[in-house]
């Protein structure tokens, strides 16, 4: 602001106050004017330092990694609230799908010659959306999550809104205690990965058919030292999400474990997930294996278009608690699963390659009417690889997974393109060709359907943050 500005508001001010300053009683008139010209000295200077403040707050860059309410942290989202007693942040995955399944056969016929018709989409949904509310209370050690889940794909079913979350306790490195509803950690991807895969949401076909999934119990994590991780869980069964309390057994004989590690730098990317967009300049090593039991009734299982659901299957694709699953007139009401699986990888410079391996074991039937074997042993692999072709902006991957089962050898093979326009993870556009040779999974969240062969697109318009 120019001087004149000043002048001609202070001589507008003195104005005013001259008359007061005439009637002050003995006090000589010179003095009154050398008192007021030395006001006026003094309010100039005021002005110029507070409109010189006002300039240097509006040129001063945000601060940034600062953490206070209301800004944006990587890995938390949204800081809606941070104060001495606790902390509230908000994130979300959501994404819209453009399916077209045209290019699949639209019959299946199963091991036992049973053909049945195929309902083949071709639309566009919001596919899902998931708000995660997330923090700590009293003290930073105390964490809780809690979240809920829609799916456009699910609306009219059982499973088309679900709230769940946990609540765990940091004690140290070594040992930390959650309860709640948690992922059993069966397979990689169900061991704290997500979102951080290739191909969106939907695994390969081999990792879907022999995973466990969500399910409320009791967790420890923690380190073991020397780069080694480790997770187990006990709960109450592969699955209960859409399965109330009543539907299961009085059992709680579910439990699953993780170890996994990490030599060469001691990490492997945010959650350990899949690729290398963050461009590691060392080689990044993993390895690990995994062990699930859980002892199963027919009660208990999720409906088929469950979230996140788990399901046990034939290689075929038949569910093992269906009526008549073998085509023998009996049915299995109770089964026990057994699955192991060792996995490896290495990430350098932009470039990732990771494998999977699995065995599963389901036996010990309990059974209504005859049943053709006492024992079902299924193994299968899955591998993806991917290159950053430009770094932070676009990624390529190729993926495929086999199923060596009893009933059937399926497997499955994609590939397909993100891109990042941001140049940030949270956000990108992805694009996939999927090929599926007689799926033995499939339900309303994912690509697949269950007997499926040929070819499915999709493309996904994804926030993660």
């Not at 191909?199 to 967790?219: I, K, Q």
């Not at 780069?227 to 859409?242: D, E, P």
């Amino acid at each position: 602001m120019k001087r004149e500005n000043y002048t001609a508001r202070l001589t507008g001010l003195a104005m005013a106050l001259a008359p007061m300053l005439v009637q002050a009683q003995g006090a000589p008139v010179e003095a009154r004017l050398r008192a007021l010209e030395q006001r006026q000295t003094e309010l100039e200077q005021a002005l110029r330092e507070r409109d010189a403040r006002i300039q240097q707050l509006q040129a001063a860059p945000a601060t940034q990694g600062q953490a206070q309410w209301g800004t944006y942290e990587g890995g938390k989202g949204l800081v809606l609230a941070r104060t001495d007693l606790g902390e509230l942040d908000w994130s979300v995955f959501s994404y819209a799908r453009y399916l077209n399944q045209g290019g699949l056969d639209d019959t299946y016929t199963d091991a036992f010659g049973r053909t049945r018709a195929l309902d083949l989409r071709n639309d566009m949904q919001l596919q899902k959306l998931t708000m995660n509310f997330k923090g700590w209370l009293f003290d930073p050690k105390f964490r809780y999550l809690f979240y809920a889940w829609t799916s456009n794909t699910n609306q009219g079913l059982g499973a088309q809104v679900v709230l769940g979350g946990n609540l765990s306790y940091l004690f140290d490195d070594s040992f930390n205690l959650g309860a709640g509803i948690g992922s059993l950690p069966s397979t990689r991807s169900t061991n704290w990965t997500f979102p951080n895969w290739l191909r969106v949401d939907n695994r390969t076909m081999a990792d879907e058919f022999f995973r466990g999934s969500y399910t409320s119990g009791l967790w420890a994590w923690g380190n073991l030292g020397d780069n080694l991780k480790y997770r187990v869980m006990v709960g109450n069964n592969l699955s209960q999400l859409g399965v109330d309390s009543a539907q299961l057994d009085n059992q709680f004989n579910t439990y699953s474990g993780a170890l996994w590690w990490m030599p060469t730098t001691g990490e492997y990317g945010p959650g350990e997930g899949f690729g290398d967009y963050e461009w590691h300049d060392e080689a990044a090593t993993m390895f690990g294996a995994n062990f699930t039991h859980s002892r199963e009734d027919a009660q208990g299982q999720p409906d088929t278009d469950g979230f996140e659901n788990s399901q046990i299957r034939l290689s075929d694709g038949t569910l093992l608690f269906s009526a008549d699953p073998f085509d023998s007139g009996g049915s299995v009401r109770k089964a026990t699963y057994e699955m192991a699986a060792v996995n490896a990888g290495v990430k350098y410079q932009g470039l990732s390659l990771e494998g999977e391996y699995y065995w599963r074991r389901v036996d010990d039937f309990r059974t209504v009417g005859t049943v053709p074997v006492d024992a079902l042993k299924d193994h299968g692999f899955q591998l993806q690889a991917s290159a950053m072709l430009k770094p932070d902006t676009l990624q390529a991957y190729l993926s495929g997974s086999k199923i060596n089962g009893e009933y059937g050898d399926p497997w499955d093979a994609a590939i397909g393109v993100n891109w990042y326009p941001f140049k940030r993870k949270e956000f990108r556009l992805n694009t996939q060709a999927l090929y599926m040779d007689r799926s033995a999974i499939g339900y309303a969240a994912v690509p697949y359907l269950v007997g499926g062969n040929g070819w499915v697109f999709t493309t996904d318009f994804v926030l993660a943050f």
